[in-house]
Protein backbone atom coordinates (compact mmCIF):
# COMPACT_ATOMS: atom_id res chain seq x y z
CA UNK A 1 0.00 0.00 0.00
CA UNK A 2 2.59 2.64 0.91
CA UNK A 3 3.90 1.46 -2.56
CA UNK A 4 1.61 2.38 -4.59
CA UNK A 5 0.61 5.34 -2.62
CA UNK A 6 4.72 6.73 -3.17
CA UNK A 7 4.42 5.86 -6.69
CA UNK A 8 0.81 7.69 -7.53
CA UNK A 9 2.42 10.45 -4.95
CA UNK A 10 5.97 10.82 -7.71
CA UNK A 11 3.22 10.22 -10.76
CA UNK A 12 1.50 13.16 -9.85
CA UNK A 13 4.67 15.22 -9.22
CA UNK A 14 5.55 14.49 -12.88
CA UNK A 15 1.87 15.07 -14.26
CA UNK A 16 2.18 18.53 -12.39
CA UNK A 17 5.98 19.00 -14.10
CA UNK A 18 5.18 18.45 -17.50
CA UNK A 19 1.61 20.28 -16.90
CA UNK A 20 3.55 23.44 -16.88
CA UNK A 21 5.34 22.87 -19.85
CA UNK A 22 2.70 22.16 -21.71
CA UNK A 23 1.19 25.29 -21.01
CA UNK A 24 3.24 27.23 -22.91
CA UNK A 25 3.82 25.17 -26.07
CA UNK A 26 6.89 25.93 -28.41
CA UNK A 27 6.03 24.97 -32.00
CA UNK A 28 8.71 22.92 -34.32
CA UNK A 29 8.72 20.88 -36.72
CA UNK A 30 7.34 17.37 -36.31
CA UNK A 31 10.32 14.19 -35.05
CA UNK A 32 7.16 11.49 -35.52
CA UNK A 33 7.22 12.91 -39.35
CA UNK A 34 7.71 9.74 -41.35
CA UNK A 35 6.32 7.57 -44.53
CA UNK A 36 2.74 6.39 -41.83
CA UNK A 37 0.31 4.63 -43.57
CA UNK A 38 -2.15 5.29 -40.29
CA UNK A 39 -1.96 6.88 -37.09
CA UNK A 40 -3.09 5.36 -34.25
CA UNK A 41 -4.80 8.04 -31.42
CA UNK A 42 -4.49 6.02 -27.80
CA UNK A 43 -2.39 3.22 -26.61
CA UNK A 44 -4.68 1.73 -23.86
CA UNK A 45 -5.82 -1.56 -25.03
CA UNK A 46 -7.99 -0.67 -28.01
CA UNK A 47 -5.63 1.76 -29.68
CA UNK A 48 -2.58 -0.76 -28.97
CA UNK A 49 -4.58 -3.53 -30.43
CA UNK A 50 -5.63 -1.68 -33.58
CA UNK A 51 -2.35 -0.64 -33.89
CA UNK A 52 -1.13 -4.52 -34.28
CA UNK A 53 -3.49 -5.41 -36.44
CA UNK A 54 -2.64 -2.32 -38.95
CA UNK A 55 1.46 -3.97 -38.83
CA UNK A 56 0.82 -7.22 -38.74
CA UNK A 57 -1.53 -6.55 -42.14
CA UNK A 58 1.58 -4.71 -43.50
CA UNK A 59 0.45 -0.80 -42.49
CA UNK A 60 3.47 1.33 -41.76
CA UNK A 61 1.65 2.91 -38.05
CA UNK A 62 2.35 5.68 -35.60
CA UNK A 63 0.78 5.04 -32.04
CA UNK A 64 0.43 8.23 -29.86
CA UNK A 65 -0.05 7.68 -25.99
CA UNK A 66 -0.06 10.84 -24.13
CA UNK A 67 0.95 8.98 -21.05
CA UNK A 68 5.13 8.26 -20.17
CA UNK A 69 5.84 5.12 -21.26
CA UNK A 70 4.71 3.57 -18.03
CA UNK A 71 0.48 3.22 -18.33
CA UNK A 72 -0.79 3.78 -14.80
CA UNK A 73 -3.78 5.56 -15.72
CA UNK A 74 -7.02 4.47 -18.07
CA UNK A 75 -9.83 1.85 -17.88
CA UNK A 76 -7.16 -0.61 -19.41
CA UNK A 77 -4.96 -0.12 -16.06
CA UNK A 78 -4.54 -3.14 -14.28
CA UNK A 79 -3.45 -7.05 -14.59
CA UNK A 80 -6.80 -8.89 -14.33
CA UNK A 81 -10.29 -7.96 -16.42
CA UNK A 82 -12.95 -11.19 -16.55
CA UNK A 83 -12.11 -12.89 -19.76
CA UNK A 84 -15.64 -15.34 -20.44
CA UNK A 85 -17.35 -16.86 -23.66
CA UNK A 86 -20.37 -18.49 -22.30
CA UNK A 87 -23.20 -16.79 -24.12
CA UNK A 88 -26.30 -18.33 -26.60
CA UNK A 89 -25.08 -19.12 -30.75
CA UNK A 90 -24.75 -15.82 -32.27
CA UNK A 91 -23.84 -13.73 -29.21
CA UNK A 92 -21.37 -10.90 -30.17
CA UNK A 93 -19.64 -11.10 -26.83
CA UNK A 94 -19.06 -14.81 -27.12
CA UNK A 95 -17.36 -14.08 -30.35
CA UNK A 96 -15.27 -10.91 -29.80
CA UNK A 97 -13.52 -12.93 -26.71
CA UNK A 98 -13.07 -15.99 -29.30
CA UNK A 99 -11.76 -14.50 -31.62
CA UNK A 100 -9.35 -12.40 -29.27
CA UNK A 101 -8.14 -15.90 -28.16
CA UNK A 102 -7.69 -16.74 -31.55
CA UNK A 103 -5.85 -13.58 -32.46
CA UNK A 104 -3.50 -13.55 -29.12
CA UNK A 105 -2.24 -16.70 -29.98
CA UNK A 106 -1.09 -15.30 -33.51
CA UNK A 107 0.53 -12.77 -31.43
CA UNK A 108 2.19 -14.81 -29.37
CA UNK A 109 3.51 -16.74 -32.24
CA UNK A 110 4.97 -13.75 -34.11
CA UNK A 111 6.86 -12.97 -30.95
CA UNK A 112 8.06 -16.04 -30.38
CA UNK A 113 8.88 -15.96 -34.00
CA UNK A 114 11.24 -12.75 -33.22
CA UNK A 115 12.74 -14.67 -30.77
CA UNK A 116 10.68 -13.37 -27.55
CA UNK A 117 10.20 -16.07 -24.52
CA UNK A 118 6.59 -15.00 -24.27
CA UNK A 119 3.12 -17.50 -23.84
CA UNK A 120 -0.78 -17.69 -23.80
CA UNK A 121 0.22 -17.88 -20.11
CA UNK A 122 1.62 -14.39 -19.78
CA UNK A 123 -2.50 -13.00 -21.15
CA UNK A 124 -4.76 -15.40 -19.77
CA UNK A 125 -5.18 -16.72 -16.39
CA UNK A 126 -7.26 -19.94 -16.98
CA UNK A 127 -9.92 -20.43 -14.05
CA UNK A 128 -13.62 -21.23 -13.51
CA UNK A 129 -15.84 -18.29 -14.38
CA UNK A 130 -18.75 -17.97 -11.88
CA UNK A 131 -22.20 -16.41 -12.94
CA UNK A 132 -23.98 -16.06 -9.35
CA UNK A 133 -27.67 -14.74 -10.04
CA UNK A 134 -31.20 -13.80 -8.67
CA UNK A 135 -33.83 -16.73 -9.54
CA UNK A 136 -35.77 -14.06 -11.80
CA UNK A 137 -32.54 -13.94 -14.72
CA UNK A 138 -33.22 -18.35 -14.79
CA UNK A 139 -35.14 -17.29 -18.32
CA UNK A 140 -31.65 -15.81 -19.48
CA UNK A 141 -29.67 -19.20 -19.44
CA UNK A 142 -32.03 -21.09 -21.76
CA UNK A 143 -29.41 -21.26 -24.62
CA UNK A 144 -27.11 -23.23 -22.32
CA UNK A 145 -28.02 -26.80 -23.99
CA UNK A 146 -27.47 -24.75 -26.69
CA UNK A 147 -23.63 -23.87 -26.73
CA UNK A 148 -20.82 -26.18 -27.14
CA UNK A 149 -18.13 -24.62 -24.31
CA UNK A 150 -18.27 -27.21 -20.81
CA UNK A 151 -20.18 -25.75 -17.97
CA UNK A 152 -22.00 -26.64 -14.91
CA UNK A 153 -25.37 -25.63 -13.31
CA UNK A 154 -26.87 -25.63 -9.99
CA UNK A 155 -30.36 -24.13 -9.72
CA UNK A 156 -30.97 -25.38 -5.50
CA UNK A 157 -28.44 -25.29 -2.61
CA UNK A 158 -28.66 -28.67 -2.66
CA UNK A 159 -27.70 -28.73 -5.86
CA UNK A 160 -24.52 -26.49 -5.30
CA UNK A 161 -23.58 -28.05 -2.17
CA UNK A 162 -23.15 -31.67 -3.81
CA UNK A 163 -21.51 -29.99 -7.22
CA UNK A 164 -19.46 -26.96 -6.20
CA UNK A 165 -19.49 -27.50 -2.17
CA UNK A 166 -21.06 -23.91 -2.06
CA UNK A 167 -23.38 -22.38 0.32
CA UNK A 168 -26.51 -21.37 -2.20
CA UNK A 169 -29.01 -19.03 -1.46
CA UNK A 170 -32.51 -20.47 -1.86
CA UNK A 171 -33.51 -17.47 -4.64
CA UNK A 172 -30.28 -17.63 -6.62
CA UNK A 173 -28.97 -20.17 -8.97
CA UNK A 174 -24.64 -20.37 -10.24
CA UNK A 175 -23.39 -21.51 -13.59
CA UNK A 176 -20.00 -22.05 -13.70
CA UNK A 177 -18.10 -22.14 -17.29
CA UNK A 178 -15.08 -24.41 -17.79
CA UNK A 179 -12.84 -23.24 -20.70
CA UNK A 180 -8.91 -22.46 -22.10
CA UNK A 181 -8.66 -18.90 -21.48
CA UNK A 182 -11.69 -18.12 -19.82
CA UNK A 183 -11.10 -16.84 -16.26
CA UNK A 184 -8.98 -13.32 -16.55
CA UNK A 185 -7.09 -11.09 -18.78
CA UNK A 186 -4.15 -9.57 -18.36
CA UNK A 187 -4.74 -5.72 -19.75
CA UNK A 188 -1.36 -4.40 -19.01
CA UNK A 189 0.52 -7.32 -20.97
CA UNK A 190 -1.94 -6.97 -24.02
CA UNK A 191 -0.78 -3.64 -24.15
CA UNK A 192 3.24 -4.42 -23.59
CA UNK A 193 2.99 -6.97 -26.06
CA UNK A 194 1.06 -5.31 -28.74
CA UNK A 195 3.83 -2.29 -28.36
CA UNK A 196 6.61 -4.90 -29.30
CA UNK A 197 4.80 -6.90 -32.02
CA UNK A 198 4.00 -3.32 -33.32
CA UNK A 199 7.59 -1.90 -33.26
CA UNK A 200 8.65 -5.56 -34.56
CA UNK A 201 6.75 -5.10 -37.56
CA UNK A 202 8.36 -1.85 -38.21
CA UNK A 203 6.03 0.90 -36.58
CA UNK A 204 6.64 3.44 -33.99
CA UNK A 205 5.13 3.52 -30.41
CA UNK A 206 5.51 7.20 -29.47
CA UNK A 207 4.96 7.84 -25.25
CA UNK A 208 4.26 11.22 -24.08
CA UNK A 209 2.69 12.94 -26.83
CA UNK A 210 -0.76 14.67 -26.39
CA UNK A 211 -2.92 15.38 -29.33
CA UNK A 212 -3.85 18.49 -28.42
CA UNK A 213 -5.81 19.49 -31.81
CA UNK A 214 -7.42 16.83 -34.64
CA UNK A 215 -8.31 18.87 -38.05
CA UNK A 216 -9.64 18.22 -41.77
CA UNK A 217 -7.43 18.80 -44.46
CA UNK A 218 -7.94 18.81 -48.02
CA UNK A 219 -6.17 15.19 -48.46
CA UNK A 220 -6.63 13.73 -44.51
CA UNK A 221 -5.37 15.03 -41.66
CA UNK A 222 -3.54 17.27 -39.46
CA UNK A 223 -2.83 16.37 -35.77
CA UNK A 224 -1.64 19.34 -33.23
CA UNK A 225 1.21 16.98 -30.68
CA UNK A 226 2.40 18.41 -27.86
CA UNK A 227 5.76 16.67 -26.51
CA UNK A 228 4.72 16.31 -22.86
CA UNK A 229 9.00 16.38 -21.93
CA UNK A 230 9.59 18.94 -23.94
CA UNK A 231 6.64 21.19 -24.20
CA UNK A 232 6.93 21.48 -27.91
CA UNK A 233 4.39 21.26 -30.34
CA UNK A 234 4.29 19.55 -33.48
CA UNK A 235 2.10 19.54 -36.94
CA UNK A 236 1.68 16.08 -38.50
CA UNK A 237 -0.05 15.36 -41.45
CA UNK A 238 -1.66 11.80 -42.23
CA UNK A 239 -4.44 10.33 -44.46
CA UNK A 240 -5.81 7.83 -41.94
CA UNK A 241 -6.24 7.68 -38.30
CA UNK A 242 -7.97 5.28 -35.31
CA UNK A 243 -8.94 7.02 -32.73
CA UNK A 244 -8.96 5.51 -29.24
CA UNK A 245 -9.22 8.26 -27.21
CA UNK A 246 -11.24 6.22 -24.65
CA UNK A 247 -13.18 9.17 -22.31
CA UNK A 248 -11.43 11.71 -24.33
CA UNK A 249 -12.45 10.62 -27.83
CA UNK A 250 -15.55 13.39 -27.40
CA UNK A 251 -13.07 16.28 -26.87
CA UNK A 252 -10.14 15.02 -29.30
CA UNK A 253 -12.74 14.76 -32.24
CA UNK A 254 -14.60 17.70 -31.51
CA UNK A 255 -13.32 19.57 -35.11
CA UNK A 256 -14.05 16.69 -37.47
CA UNK A 257 -16.90 14.62 -35.61
CA UNK A 258 -18.13 16.15 -32.96
CA UNK A 259 -21.46 13.86 -32.31
CA UNK A 260 -19.09 11.91 -30.22
CA UNK A 261 -19.21 14.52 -27.95
CA UNK A 262 -22.82 13.28 -27.62
CA UNK A 263 -22.67 9.55 -28.49
CA UNK A 264 -20.38 8.88 -25.81
CA UNK A 265 -20.75 10.21 -22.08
CA UNK A 266 -17.66 9.32 -19.17
CA UNK A 267 -18.60 8.52 -15.58
CA UNK A 268 -16.63 7.64 -12.95
CA UNK A 269 -16.32 4.26 -11.56
CA UNK A 270 -14.40 2.17 -8.91
CA UNK A 271 -12.02 -0.23 -8.02
CA UNK A 272 -11.08 -1.73 -4.79
CA UNK A 273 -9.21 -4.13 -3.88
CA UNK A 274 -8.66 -6.50 -0.38
CA UNK A 275 -6.39 -9.52 1.10
CA UNK A 276 -7.44 -11.89 2.32
CA UNK A 277 -5.43 -11.76 5.89
CA UNK A 278 -2.81 -14.18 6.15
CA UNK A 279 -4.08 -15.49 9.47
CA UNK A 280 -7.25 -16.52 8.35
CA UNK A 281 -5.84 -17.57 5.05
CA UNK A 282 -3.47 -20.34 6.65
CA UNK A 283 -6.53 -21.51 8.47
CA UNK A 284 -7.84 -22.71 5.73
CA UNK A 285 -7.59 -26.23 4.87
CA UNK A 286 -5.89 -27.28 0.94
CA UNK A 287 -9.58 -28.01 -0.08
CA UNK A 288 -10.74 -24.72 1.67
CA UNK A 289 -8.18 -22.21 -0.70
CA UNK A 290 -8.57 -23.63 -3.46
CA UNK A 291 -12.29 -23.40 -3.02
CA UNK A 292 -12.01 -19.61 -3.06
CA UNK A 293 -9.42 -19.72 -5.73
CA UNK A 294 -12.52 -21.48 -7.65
CA UNK A 295 -14.74 -18.67 -7.04
CA UNK A 296 -13.19 -16.37 -9.04
CA UNK A 297 -13.76 -14.42 -11.59
CA UNK A 298 -17.35 -14.22 -9.92
CA UNK A 299 -19.97 -11.93 -11.60
CA UNK A 300 -23.14 -11.70 -8.66
CA UNK A 301 -25.94 -10.61 -9.12
CA UNK A 302 -27.66 -12.09 -6.59
CA UNK A 303 -29.88 -8.96 -5.30
CA UNK A 304 -32.12 -8.35 -8.25
CA UNK A 305 -30.97 -4.57 -8.67
CA UNK A 306 -28.31 -2.70 -11.30
CA UNK A 307 -26.39 -1.04 -8.60
CA UNK A 308 -26.00 -4.02 -6.22
CA UNK A 309 -24.53 -6.20 -8.98
CA UNK A 310 -21.00 -6.73 -8.90
CA UNK A 311 -18.03 -8.35 -10.44
CA UNK A 312 -14.61 -9.69 -8.70
CA UNK A 313 -11.43 -11.47 -9.66
CA UNK A 314 -8.20 -12.52 -8.18
CA UNK A 315 -5.96 -9.82 -9.27
CA UNK A 316 -2.55 -11.28 -7.57
CA UNK A 317 -1.46 -13.08 -4.49
CA UNK A 318 0.73 -11.25 -2.28
CA UNK A 319 4.25 -12.48 -1.19
CA UNK A 320 3.03 -14.43 1.76
CA UNK A 321 0.73 -16.72 -0.74
CA UNK A 322 -2.43 -14.78 0.18
CA UNK A 323 -5.11 -13.74 -2.85
CA UNK A 324 -5.49 -9.74 -3.80
CA UNK A 325 -9.01 -9.78 -4.85
CA UNK A 326 -10.61 -6.59 -7.32
CA UNK A 327 -13.69 -5.65 -6.95
CA UNK A 328 -16.30 -2.97 -8.62
CA UNK A 329 -19.63 -2.68 -9.89
CA UNK A 330 -20.98 -1.61 -13.69
CA UNK A 331 -23.66 0.60 -12.71
CA UNK A 332 -21.97 1.94 -9.53
CA UNK A 333 -21.13 5.20 -11.58
CA UNK A 334 -21.04 8.64 -10.89
CA UNK A 335 -20.30 12.21 -13.10
CA UNK A 336 -17.23 13.88 -13.64
CA UNK A 337 -16.47 17.40 -13.20
CA UNK A 338 -12.86 16.79 -14.23
CA UNK A 339 -11.90 14.41 -16.45
CA UNK A 340 -8.36 14.95 -16.18
CA UNK A 341 -8.06 14.59 -12.39
CA UNK A 342 -10.60 11.75 -12.01
CA UNK A 343 -7.91 9.32 -11.82
CA UNK A 344 -6.57 10.20 -8.55
CA UNK A 345 -9.64 10.35 -6.88
CA UNK A 346 -10.08 8.60 -4.13
CA UNK A 347 -12.64 6.14 -2.61
CA UNK A 348 -15.02 7.12 -0.19
CA UNK A 349 -16.02 5.49 2.65
CA UNK A 350 -19.27 4.59 1.18
CA UNK A 351 -17.44 3.29 -1.79
CA UNK A 352 -14.96 1.14 0.05
CA UNK A 353 -17.78 -0.62 2.65
CA UNK A 354 -20.12 -1.06 -0.56
CA UNK A 355 -17.19 -3.10 -1.94
CA UNK A 356 -16.46 -4.60 1.23
CA UNK A 357 -20.11 -5.29 1.98
CA UNK A 358 -20.18 -6.93 -1.69
CA UNK A 359 -17.32 -9.42 -1.84
CA UNK A 360 -18.44 -10.46 1.69
CA UNK A 361 -21.92 -11.56 0.29
CA UNK A 362 -19.56 -13.18 -2.59
CA UNK A 363 -17.48 -14.97 -0.61
CA UNK A 364 -20.20 -16.18 2.42
CA UNK A 365 -21.12 -18.87 -0.88
CA UNK A 366 -18.02 -20.62 0.69
CA UNK A 367 -19.39 -21.34 4.32
CA UNK A 368 -15.93 -20.85 5.92
CA UNK A 369 -16.56 -17.82 8.51
CA UNK A 370 -14.75 -15.58 6.46
CA UNK A 371 -16.27 -12.08 7.62
CA UNK A 372 -15.70 -8.38 7.04
CA UNK A 373 -12.55 -8.88 9.58
CA UNK A 374 -10.71 -10.91 7.06
CA UNK A 375 -10.59 -8.31 4.47
CA UNK A 376 -7.68 -6.11 4.64
CA UNK A 377 -8.03 -2.88 2.42
CA UNK A 378 -4.93 -3.13 -0.57
CA UNK A 379 -5.75 0.06 -2.13
CA UNK A 380 -8.86 1.15 -4.57
CA UNK A 381 -8.60 3.75 -7.59
CA UNK A 382 -11.03 5.15 -10.07
CA UNK A 383 -11.38 4.87 -13.64
CA UNK A 384 -13.68 5.64 -16.42
CA UNK A 385 -16.26 4.46 -18.31
CA UNK A 386 -17.30 5.32 -21.81
CA UNK A 387 -21.01 4.73 -22.26
CA UNK A 388 -23.21 5.03 -25.29
CA UNK A 389 -26.80 4.94 -24.71
CA UNK A 390 -27.22 1.24 -25.73
CA UNK A 391 -23.94 0.12 -23.59
CA UNK A 392 -23.03 -0.95 -27.01
CA UNK A 393 -19.54 0.21 -28.13
CA UNK A 394 -19.04 1.86 -31.33
CA UNK A 395 -16.29 0.42 -34.02
CA UNK A 396 -17.06 2.78 -36.74
CA UNK A 397 -16.22 5.21 -39.60
CA UNK A 398 -16.48 8.49 -38.61
CA UNK A 399 -19.48 10.43 -40.28
CA UNK A 400 -18.31 13.24 -42.74
CA UNK A 401 -20.30 16.81 -43.27
CA UNK A 402 -22.13 15.43 -45.55
CA UNK A 403 -23.53 11.96 -43.44
CA UNK A 404 -21.43 10.00 -44.90
CA UNK A 405 -18.94 7.94 -43.48
CA UNK A 406 -15.27 9.06 -43.63
CA UNK A 407 -13.25 6.04 -45.13
CA UNK A 408 -10.19 7.92 -43.04
CA UNK A 409 -11.23 8.08 -39.56
CA UNK A 410 -12.21 5.01 -37.04
CA UNK A 411 -13.59 5.54 -33.92
CA UNK A 412 -13.44 2.94 -30.98
CA UNK A 413 -14.72 3.83 -28.38
CA UNK A 414 -18.03 3.97 -25.66
CA UNK A 415 -16.30 0.27 -24.34
CA UNK A 416 -18.50 0.83 -21.05
CA UNK A 417 -16.32 -1.76 -19.37
CA UNK A 418 -16.98 -4.62 -21.75
CA UNK A 419 -14.17 -4.43 -23.97
CA UNK A 420 -11.09 -6.11 -22.30
CA UNK A 421 -11.86 -10.01 -23.22
CA UNK A 422 -12.39 -8.27 -26.91
CA UNK A 423 -9.90 -6.05 -27.18
CA UNK A 424 -7.98 -7.87 -30.30
CA UNK A 425 -10.97 -8.52 -32.25
CA UNK A 426 -12.10 -4.86 -31.55
CA UNK A 427 -8.69 -3.88 -33.02
CA UNK A 428 -9.71 -6.38 -36.17
CA UNK A 429 -12.76 -5.00 -36.66
CA UNK A 430 -11.03 -1.27 -36.58
CA UNK A 431 -8.19 -2.14 -39.19
CA UNK A 432 -10.53 -4.03 -41.52
CA UNK A 433 -12.25 -0.89 -41.76
CA UNK A 434 -9.53 1.72 -42.51
CA UNK A 435 -8.52 -0.84 -44.68
CA UNK A 436 -11.94 -1.38 -46.07
CA UNK A 437 -11.66 -5.16 -46.32
CA UNK A 438 -14.57 -7.46 -44.38
CA UNK A 439 -14.80 -10.91 -43.09
CA UNK A 440 -17.64 -13.43 -44.56
CA UNK A 441 -17.90 -15.35 -40.93
CA UNK A 442 -21.54 -14.42 -39.96
CA UNK A 443 -20.60 -13.51 -36.34
CA UNK A 444 -17.98 -11.25 -37.62
CA UNK A 445 -20.35 -9.80 -40.00
CA UNK A 446 -22.90 -9.89 -36.61
CA UNK A 447 -20.24 -7.84 -34.59
CA UNK A 448 -19.48 -5.48 -37.05
CA UNK A 449 -23.07 -3.84 -37.69
CA UNK A 450 -23.80 -4.25 -33.99
CA UNK A 451 -21.00 -1.53 -33.51
CA UNK A 452 -20.97 -0.15 -36.81
CA UNK A 453 -21.88 3.31 -38.99
CA UNK A 454 -25.49 2.72 -39.15
CA UNK A 455 -26.08 2.32 -35.56
CA UNK A 456 -24.09 5.26 -34.59
CA UNK A 457 -25.97 7.22 -37.08
CA UNK A 458 -28.91 6.09 -35.85
CA UNK A 459 -28.16 7.04 -32.49
CA UNK A 460 -26.95 10.44 -33.54
CA UNK A 461 -30.31 11.13 -35.45
CA UNK A 462 -32.20 10.25 -31.95
CA UNK A 463 -30.07 13.23 -29.78
CA UNK A 464 -31.25 15.66 -32.69
CA UNK A 465 -34.92 14.46 -32.23
Not at 356 to 379: E, F, K, N
Not at 410 to 422: H, P, R, T, W
Request: proline share 4%; hydrophobic share 40%; aromatic share 8%.
Amino acid sequence: MQKRILANSVSLVVIGFFTLLVGSPVKAQSDLSGDWDVVVIGGGLMGSSAAWQLARSGQKVLLLEKQVAVYTQGSSFGEARISRSLGPPGDIWSYMHNRTVADARELIDMLQQHGESVDMNDIYSTSPVNYVRHESRLDSIAYLPEQHDRYELATTPEQARERFGLMLPHDAFIVREHKDYSGTINPSAVISLTHRATTLLGGRVAYGRHVSRLSRTSDGFELSIIDIASGRSEQLKVEKIVSAAGPYTGELLQEVAPEFDRLITPKRVFLAFFEVTPQFWEELSPPEQLGLRNLFPGINSTVPTRGAGSFSMIERFTDHGTPVIKIGGHFQRSDIQELDSIWQQSLSEAEIEWARASLVRHLSLLGIGLTADHLRLDSGYSCVYSLTTSEVPYVTNAPMADGRADPGLVVIGGLSGVGAKGSLAYGAIAADLILNRSDTDADYQAARQAFGFERMRRDSLAFQQ
